[in-house]
């Protein structure tokens, strides 16, 4: 599991892909973001409407087949977006794919490669909850954090590709790390969600709110679609992370002689799985349903930020092995 | 809830005097105290209390903790003499073990038990409880559907309760209308009691697990030397314990460190610990048989009740003091790795004289020799100043003071074991004689003749014991908990009603469905079409 060969070639290939994907995602936002400055309020589809005389190439009767319609611009350029949104999170995949190649051990081993673990688990999903084309617009909304996060991980947090120290050296890095990952990223997704809905539901949405803010917030998916994604992901994100953390626990019982212990990590942890449960209990609670809900959510959402970062970089407890500084 | 208020005590039987006031008072309280359980057991309580413990445990991220790192919280309280204190009054260092943080948990407890208790009982009433009866109009319901089918009531009614498979239905006919009510979904309600009833068992186990468990840390230097036995608190440099534990049952566990060997990069990045130990524990201790185990992080030694972690490393140099008369003494002592990257090291040793060098014991009182200093095991010069290189031994040296006079150590005082005590210094019953560098082998000569040699080093290792009774009633509660999470997170209740009547033209029936989501709405769109495709056997 350990070794301390490193093969520098593969180390490379998975420093360019990291580079790529910044590349490709970056790209994919611009173009993502044209479509949505772009796109004008929601009309029936064009290519519904059939001329008089004509008919549709697949029809059984003859007849004028118009020539097809062409999408329009923004729409292609979306969909351009979209396109290079898969071919950035696959470059992702092979950055961390490669890392792992390259130190011959689970590539989430220090703070750079936890955070694209993370922004590869929260793409992912992403690209579930918004499969519909309807919900392309809110990509944006995913690749702006994601992008930050890769940012400042490449930036501030590359480490050389190298093996683990002893505490890591343990089965159950695979497992805790990537689930409390999958959950942390499935959060991102939901708390941006949240975001949006309550920037959907304020006065910004009014349909005769002025001014380009408020247009563009017109273009977003409606306040319930928005809820509903930051509900369906927070009930999977919660046992996730409540998975995460007990595997956590599990591997402390082995590793530093308790299961529990309060460190800043497991603090942080335990706040922000208290956060979302109370989520899930606003949500059964008149009064609370909708707007402090996504508050809570919100909440949650900063909570995870905070201890992605901060508790990592800033404090000093167990958890402390950014490779950094 | 219900809203009906009981009658008045004294209504129905008037009294008199002291007598009516009292009961009078009774019932105000009685009310009273049903309104708080009412206010304390409601939802909504418990959402806030669960906003205040995330907030409660706030400043236990932030502030350093005295269960975690006391000597940070005193660094704190050095560098913030006016908040500082305040901090410490409102128990802001002790946060999970706080007055407040306390409160809002038990709170917590109270409001989930009296909410969970009435919850299981209509949830086993529920259980019994057959599908409500069809609402007059089905149109209303958020979900509808409605179609013409050919065919008799009943038998219809029959054959699409009998589709209706995995669902909790009845049938009911009145005048040739048939109703089928269907609810499934009864599984969520018994995940989310589950969940919240091992909730509360992990909270019992993690308490027992506090009470009855303790930790004790010892630094076993690793040469094959006596080791330790964990028979009594005495044994260990530290100890933590719960409050039944009086330190007499402690589970006997005794360990020998054969050796120590740390494998590191050449960045000084660790890879791997691991330590040769022999142990006894059990019918071993009887039979003075020692077996062979290999420590190493994340693999704990668990035997006999108890677990033994290898926590920490450092060095233990060892010196020796040769007295004017040519009787020599050595001894090696632990010292604290104060850089954790490059193991540079910091202690102190106390040497007392041989009998018969000095001629009476208050004299001989007076030239016990103390060493202070540093020590790295891989020598990195700055002008004079010893830093270290490297965390392995490659070329350990260290930069010493050397004290004449009383160290201290037969005054019953206690004493760090890594400094001197800076008392007897500035009082001048313990004076600086002499200030070097050493490498190994090198020694220095003081001005009284006594010479003092820095041998080398060893490897120490710092070994936890722990003992927790509770622990695998954490895990296993832990896990029920999730199990009861998933079920009520992933189940739906759902309930759906039939009806059947009779149409105008002969041979043929109406027949209405409608549906209601009472959970989870989302999906509940796709699967009513769904279900009614199914049960009409054509879409409607």
């Known amino acids: 599991m350990n070794t301390s060969h490193i093969d520098i070639g593969l180390a490379r290939y998975s420093d360019w892909a990291f580079t790529s994907a910044m590349i490709v995602l970056v790209i994919a936002l611009l173009l993502l973001a044209v479509e949505l400055a772009s796109s004008r309020a929601r009309t029936p589809a064009e290519s519904e409407l059939v001329s ?75 690209a579930v909850a918004l499969r519909r084309p309807q919900h392309r617009s809110l990509w944006v909304f995913v690749l702006l954090p994601v992008l930050i996060l890769l940012t400042v991980s490449g930036r501030w947090l590359y480490a050389t590709a190298a093996p683990v120290m002893p505490a890591l050296q343990s089965y159950w890095l695979p497992i805790h790390v990537s689930v409390v990952s999958i959950g942390s990223g499935v959060f991102l997704v939901a708390g941006m969600a949240s975001i949006l809905f309550l920037i959907r539901s304020s006065r910004l949405s009014d349909p005769d709110a002025p001014g380009a803010l408020a247009r563009l917030v017109r273009r977003l998916p409606d306040a319930q679609t928005l809820d509903r994604i930051a509900y369906r992901t927070t009930i999977f994100a919660f046992p996730v992370f409540g998975f995460g953390v007990i595997f956590g626990a599990i591997w402390a019982e082995g590793a530093w002689g308790r299961y529990w212990g309060w ?63 | 809830m219900t809203t009906t208020s009981e009658p008045r005590a004294d209504a129905k039987t008037p009294k008199k005097g002291r007598f009516r006031a009292l009961s009078r008072l009774l019932a105000t309280l009685m009310a009273r105290g049903r309104n708080t359980w009412r206010a304390l057991t409601s939802m909504g309580t418990a959402l806030v209390l669960l906003v205040l413990l995330a907030l409660a445990a706030i400043p236990g991220a932030l502030l350093p903790q005295r269960s975690l790192n006391a000597a940070k919280v005193d660094e704190y309280l050095a560098l913030h003499p ?39 009982f209509e949830h086993l009433r529920n259980l019994r409880a057959t599908p409500v009866a069809a609402p007059r109009n089905l149109s209303r319901l958020p979900k509808h559907a409605q179609t013409q089918l050919a065919g008799d009531a009943e038998e219809l009614g029959a054959q699409m309760a009998a589709e209706l498979r995995g669902w909790r239905r009845i049938t009911r006919s009145a005048d040739s209308v048939v109703e089928v009510s269907a609810e499934k979904g009864y599984l969520r309600e018994f995940g989310n009691l589950i969940f919240h009833f091992a909730l509360l068992g992990l909270l019992a186990a993690v308490a027992l697990g506090r009470m009855f468990g303790y930790e004790g840390n010892v630094m076993v230097i690793a040469d094959g030397g006596p080791g330790f036995c964990s028979a009594s608190p005495a044994a260990f440099d530290s100890f933590r314990a719960g409050a039944t534990v009086d330190g007499t049952k402690l589970h006997p566990l005794c360990v020998r460190v054969n050796d120590f060997t740390a494998d590191y990069l050449v960045s000084g990045l660790a890879t791997s610990f691991t330590a040769h130990i022999d142990y006894q524990a059990g019918e071993d201790l009887r039979t003075n048989q020692w077996r062979p185990y290999l420590l190493e992080v994340n693999h704990p030694l668990r035997v006999g009740g108890v677990r033994a972690y290898l926590q920490g490393h450092g060095y233990a140099p060892t010196f020796t003091v040769t007295f004017p008369d040519g009787q020599t003494r050595t001894q090696t002592v632990q010292f604290r790795p104060d850089n954790p990257l490059t193991l540079l090291s910091s202690g102190a040793i106390r040497i007392d004289p041989p009998a018969g060098v000095y001629p009476d014991a208050s004299e001989r009182r007076k030239h016990q020799i103390g060493i202070q200093g540093l020590f790295a095991p891989t020598e990195q010069l700055d002008d004079r100043l010893l830093s270290s290189a490297f965390p392995a031994m490659n070329d350990p040296a260290v930069a010493i003071d050397v004290y004449r006079g009383d160290t201290g150590l037969d005054t019953g005082r206690p004493q760090s074991l890594f400094t001197l005590d800076s008392r007897l210094i500035d009082q001048g019953r313990l004076t600086k004689v002499a200030r070097s560098n050493l490498k190994a082998g090198e020694q220095i000569r003081l001005d009284d ?58 041979g043929t029936v109406n027949v209405e469905l409608g549906g209601l989501a009472r959970t989870d709405n989302s999906g509940w769109g796709d699967e009513f079409e769904r279900l009614s495709t199914k049960l009409f056997g054509k879409e409607t």
């Open chain 1, 263 to 325: 460190d800043p990590k497991e603090t942080v942890s335990f706040i922000a799985w208290v956060v979302y449960a109370a989520y899930l209990h606003a949500r059964s609670t008149a009064g609370w349903r909708d707007y402090k809900a996504a508050w809570i959510n919100v909440v949650g959402f900063a909570a995870m930020i905070f201890n992605l970062f901060f508790v990592n970089l800033v404090t000093v407890g167990l958890h402390s092995y950014a490779g950094v500084g």
């Open chain 1, 52 to 126: 008089a005389g004509g008919v549709r190439s697949d029809s059984a009767t003859p007849g004028v087949v118009a020539p097809a319609q062409r999408r329009p611009l923004g729409e292609r350029v979306g969909r351009a977006g979209l396109a290079l949104v898969y071919l950035g999170i696959a470059l992702l995949l092979a950055c961390i794919v490669f890392r792992g190649a390259a130190t011959l051990r689970p590539p989430w081993g220090n703070m750079y490669e936890f955070i694209n673990l993370t922004c590869f688990s929260g793409l992912v999903a992403s």
């Open chain 2, 449 to 506: 003749g006594t010479k003092v040699r820095f041998d080398g080093a060893v490897p120490f290792v710092n070994i936890q014991v722990s003992h927790d009774p509770a622990e695998i009633w954490v895990l296993v509660f832990a896990m029920t908990m999730m199990a009861g999470l998933v079920v009520s997170l992933v189940v739906r209740r759902r309930r759906i009603w039939i009806r059947i009547t009779r149409a105008e033209q002969a």
């Open chain 2, 82 to 120: 006016v908040l500082g204190p305040l901090l410490e009054r409102m128990q802001a260092f002790e946060v999970f073990s706080s007055f407040w943080f306390t409160a809002i948990y038990v709170l917590l407890c109270v409001s989930l038990i009296g909410c969970l208790t009435p919850r299981t």
